[in-house]
Each structure stands twice: as structure tokens, then as C-alpha cells.
Antibody, heavy 120, light 106 residues
């Protein structure tokens, strides 16, 4: 069965950096686009970034463009999110999510999430 | 930017009743709309995509309809496990979610 397991969250000071990882199993990782979606405490869902199945194209929400970088290692079945210049408003649970098919931008499987807290 | 508005914000119903949740887009998103269910402390779950297609493993009591700017998620007869927050999401340009409808037990 499809499994997505995020790691790397924690507490970081404003202006700091953090790298999230998402280990995938149960499907052919190299055949699917992948996303990061976040949810601030008690708030709704916000899409963060997308990477094509082969890593050739990457797209970002305006709120993180220039600060966050999505990447993947298909040999390790792992998705990453490098987060720099972190702000208090980046505090959220970060989910990795599998694209349903062909860059459809629907999220059919989600990890359990990892909490990022930006605070001094 | 397309804005999705969900109504009502909170819906109070009893098990066995029919639930109707609405999602309105500020401009046409064709049929590029999905619905997700999220329970406390859990990740969201995809229910419906392309407005009316049930995702894998989703019970038949969940159905979606609509196109253009007005969409509806219907739960024909509520089960205890259906009480949760529901989000709509459009993919017409970048993925964007509505603010959610909380379905609570009356």
C-alpha cells in the first residue's frame, strides 16, 4: 500500500533553515509528481510546491517562492523541501502528497505530516 | 486569483441524515474541482476529483456534482465516521483550497 512518511520538522528561529524529507513506498515513485501542502495550526490547507515525476519542472506558491526549494531523489524514493529564510507565518504541519496522475494537481495520498515551528 | 467559498461554515446534522455542502468559485474552474475529508489529527483524504468522480475506496454515499462555478458534495446518509471537516480544491491554475466546512453531530 502507498506510504508517505515525512521527517525533519522541528523548532527553528526566524531566518533559519530546515530540510524536510518524505520517504515514499508502495508505488512507483519515479512515475508520479509530488507536492508539499501545509496547514497552519487551526487553519485550512495551503499548497506549497510541486515537482514533476522526473524533477524537470518545479512550481511554488507565491508565499514561498525564492525561499523554499522542492527536490527529489528517485533512486532513494524520497522527496525533499529545503526551507530557508523561515518566518513565523511558515509555522505549520507540512504534508507531502502524491499527485493523482499526470500532473493533475489532485492529492490522492498524504503523509502524516511533520510540524515546523518558527519561533524565537 | 480564483477564490473558493464554502458554505455553510458549520453544518449540524444527525447520523442517517443527508448532508449537502457547497463550494462556489469566483470564476469558472470547469470541472477541475476536488473534495477532501479531514478528521482531527489526521491528513486529508481525497473523496472526489473532477467534480464527480469518486476516488479509490470511497463509499458510494459520497457524491459530487457541479461545473463552472457551483459545486456540491452530498453525503446521502451520514455515518458516525463522516463527521469531519471538508475542503474543496480547484486545480484550474494553481491548487487552491476553500476554507472548509465543519460537519458536526447535532
Amino acid at each position: 500500500q502507498v506510504q508517505l512518511v515525512e521527517s525533519g520538522g522541528g523548532v527553528v528561529q526566524p531566518g533559519g533553515s530546515l530540510r524536510l524529507s518524505c520517504a515514499a513506498s508502495g508505488f512507483t515513485f519515479s512515475s508520479y509528481g509530488m507536492h508539499w501542502v501545509r496547514q497552519a495550526p487551526g487553519k485550512g490547507l495551503e499548497w506549497v510546491a510541486f515537482i514533476r515525476y522526473d524533477g524537470s519542472n518545479k512550481y511554488y506558491a507565491d508565499s514561498v517562492k525564492g525561499r523554499f526549494t522542492i527536490s527529489r531523489d528517485n533512486s532513494k524514493n524520497t522527496l525533499y523541501l529545503q526551507m530557508n529564510s523561515l518566518r513565523a507565518e511558515d509555522t505549520a504541519v507540512y504534508y507531502c502528497a502524491k499527485d493523482r496522475a499526470g500532473g493533475q494537481y489532485y492529492f490522492d495520498y498524504w503523509g502524516q505530516g511533520t510540524l515546523v515551528t518558527v519561533s524565537s | 486569483e480564483i477564490v473558493l467559498t464554502q458554505s455553510p461554515a458549520t453544518l449540524s446534522l444527525s447520523p442517517g441524515e443527508r448532508a449537502t455542502l457547497s463550494c462556489r468559485a469566483s470564476q469558472s474552474v470547469s470541472s477541475y474541482l476536488a473534495w477532501y475529508q479531514q478528521k482531527p489529527g489526521q491528513a486529508p483524504r481525497l473523496l472526489i476529483y473532477d467534480a464527480s468522480n469518486r476516488a479509490t475506496g470511497i463509499p458510494a454515499r459520497f457524491s459530487g456534482s457541479g461545473s463552472g462555478t457551483d459545486f456540491t458534495l452530498t453525503i446521502s446518509s451520514l455515518e458516525p465516521e463522516d463527521f469531519a471537516v471538508y475542503y474543496c480544491q480547484q486545480r484550474s491554475n494553481w491548487p487552491l483550497f476553500g476554507q472548509g466546512t465543519r460537519l458536526e453531530i447535532k
